[in-house]
């Protein structure tokens, strides 16, 4: 338990409460007292989330918790150098589906399908204007109206309330990224002689 300690006060300092300010994101919650309640919450997350979604997408939100910490770096697409909220999205999709997604949050919105916000799901993508642009920001869902993504500079990967004043104010839609179709079976060829015997 003790080896798991610091990631766990990772996981919950990178909870938030509603913004205090407009134009801030909300900070972070101080983990005391809320560590247990958060990984029970989390636990139920990725319960539900197998039972409403695959396995590949549980496999994703476990891999984006598991790079909960890892620092923003502009341009970054790598858990060894850091991530921006595309490259973090990108190197999910990338690892988890094969599925490879432009680098630009406004890229990946273009080339993912809209659904409605009331028909989010742990793996869909949610979009922002953060920066007087739309889709200048993007994170996945994880259920319960979180979502997980690579913040701004001097933040690292952290999981968010979609709920807060300062991310409903900025919302710009959801998005379901088509998984790749399983191969389907191909049935063996039928052999035809070449000559009547």
């Known amino acids: ?23 801030e994101p909300p900070p972070p919650v101080n983990p005391t007292g809320i560590l247990s309640q958060w990984t029970g919450q989390l636990t139920g997350q990725f319960s539900q989330a197998k039972q409403t979604v695959g396995e590949k997408t549980t496999d994703l939100l476990g891999q984006a918790m598991g790079l909960l910490g890892v620092p923003y770096r502009r341009g970054g697409t790598s858990e060894n150098t ?7 999205v990108r190197h999910l999709y990338e690892q ?28 869909d993508l ?34 968010d309330d979609m709920r807060s004043a300062y991310w409903q104010k900025r919302f710009n839609g ?19 002689p070449d000559h009547k015997r």
């Open 1 to 23: 338990m003790l080896k798991k300690l610091p990631l766990l006060l990772v996981l919950a300092s990178s909870l938030v409460w509603a913004a205090p300010g407009d134009d």
């Open 82 to 88: 850091g991530f921006d909220c595309s490259g973090f």
């Open 96 to 123: 988890s589906f094969g599925k490879l997604l432009p680098h630009r949050a406004a890229e990946q919105a273009k080339v993912t399908e809209t659904i409605d916000p009331a028909e989010l799901k742990p793996g």
């Open 126 to 159: 949610v979009f922002f204007n953060t920066m007087k642009r739309a889709f200048s920001h993007v994170g996945i869902y994880v259920g319960d109206g979180k979502f997980i993504h690579s913040p701004r500079a001097g933040k690292s990967v952290q999981v």
């Open 174 to 192: 959801a998005r379901r990224v088509d998984a790749p179709a399983a191969p389907s079976p191909v049935a063996p060829a039928q052999s035809t």
